[in-house]
């Protein structure tokens, strides 16, 4: 679609090898099952919001009563209310799939508060309601109208919210029905609507970060610097890959990222290599910061068992709730900082929900809760490192507005 091939077109600012191997994902690719991801969304930088099965990520607000399972969310009884993910997001592209019965009031607001119930006057909120006489389905309610009525009762929907700056648009069944320029709200948690009565119904949640800006160009090391005094090697390999060999070590960034999404993608070049990305990390001092963990092991056969945290673990913070990487083999994470929540995605799986709520230190985050901007770093762990980055961006979220 127009806004797929967009959105790509955004993140592909990468290494060409990244580029190329985007465009072959891309190729002969049969379109995901509900509620997972292809290969080349994956490669795109796509996660996944919900599992199919559980309430991970996410958090309700009013009187509504909310059911995960059987591949879907669902709301049928319990009152007005909504469901948010417990992460904020900023500028990105959400699609989903949705279904109502002709009496339900349904909708997805995007950018909305995490800690209250997402209205017209505190978000973005579409509406999918087909009979409604001034906000039907398609419309993003206060702004803009749908423009052409589409038929959803009692039907699996697609659709799709791009959320980016202050431009807001929605298409429905691949037709686009409403956009708006706005600028009130700039990051905020998705959430599901239920106006109290009827069926609603959601699957296939998956969203996209837009807005990113690489910070590995793939042919030096410009925009990075090494921790002297540690025996690791970094360097780019002809594969434009950024490595890291041997001993201990960091790498960090030159600039500072403080509420933000990072995305990368990453290979352990041997059996249950130890590595990690180390975030909001304080420059020039050796493994600071919140990590999130590399080390692709489980114990025996059970995924769900991390060994050290496991990857997309935030170490000495909370394991993965699954290790979805395998050694030898590329692998995306995404880790999304926004105050003091953290989460983490592997291969489009969320791994990690997690508040810090230590006692704040803005100092090390190692020592204390820690929401101030700081470097971003790569680790080398011991004499048995050989990992390769590659494609590593991020998007910073916006300055929150001053108080008025």
Request: glycine fraction near 12%; charge should be neutral; charged fraction near 20%.
């Amino acid at each position: 679609m127009r806004w797929l091939a967009l959105a790509t077109a955004l993140l592909a600012t990468g290494p060409a090898a990244m580029a190329q191997r985007q465009a072959g994902a891309a190729r002969n690719q049969p379109e995901a099952a509900p509620n997972a991801l292809t290969a080349a969304e994956v490669a795109e930088g796509w996660v996944l919001l919900f599992d199919g099965e559980s309430p991970f990520g996410w958090s309700s607000r009013g009187d509504a009563v909310w059911t995960e399972g059987g591949g879907m969310i669902e709301a049928r009884q319990g009152g007005m209310g909504s469901l948010a993910t417990t992460t904020a997001f900023a500028n990105y592209l959400l699609r989903g799939e949705v279904w109502v019965s002709a009496d339900a009031a349904a909708g997805v607001a995007v950018r909305a508060p995490g800690q209250a119930s997402a209205t017209p006057e505190n978000s973005y909120l579409v509406r999918f309601q087909d009979g409604h006489a001034r906000w039907p389905t398609g419309s993003v309610v206060g702004l803009a109208p749908g423009r052409a009525r589409r038929a959803t009762v009692g039907r699996w929907t697609p659709f799709a919210v791009r959320a980016e700056g202050d431009r807001i648009s929605v298409e429905v069944d691949g037709r686009p029905c409403a956009s708006a320029r706005d600028a009130r709200f700039q990051a905020g948690s998705v959430t599901l609507t239920y106006g109290g009565a009827g069926i609603v119904r959601f699957r296939s949640l998956r969203l996209q970060p837009l807005s990113a800006k690489p910070l590995f160009n793939g042919k030096d090391l410009q925009g990075w610097t090494v921790v002297p005094g540690h025996p690791s090697v970094y360097s780019v390999t002809r594969e434009g890959w950024l490595n890291v060999r041997g001993g201990n070590g960091d790498i960090q960034t030159t600039s500072s990222h403080g509420d933000f999404v990072l995305q990368l993608d990453v290979i352990s070049n041997g059996d249950h290599l130890n590595s990690g990305v180390f975030f909001r990390a304080i420059p020039g001092v050796f493994w600071s910061g919140y990590e999130a963990q590399v080390r692709n092991q489980w114990q025996g056969e059970e995924r769900a068992k991390p060994v050290d945290f496991g990857t997309g673990g935030l170490y000495n913070r909370q394991p993965a709730r699954k290790v979805v990487s395998t050694d030898r083999q590329w692998f995306t994470m995404t880790v999304v900082a926004v105050g003091m929540h953290l989460s983490t995605w592997v291969d489009g799986i969320q791994v990690t929900d997690f508040t810090d709520q230590r006692p704040v230190d803005q100092g090390n985050a190692r020592n204390g809760a820690r929401s101030a901007a700081g470097v971003i770093t790569l680790q080398g762990h011991d004499p048995t490192t050989d990992l390769s980055f590659r494609s590593i961006r991020v998007a910073d979220y916006p300055a929150a507005p001053a108080p008025k």
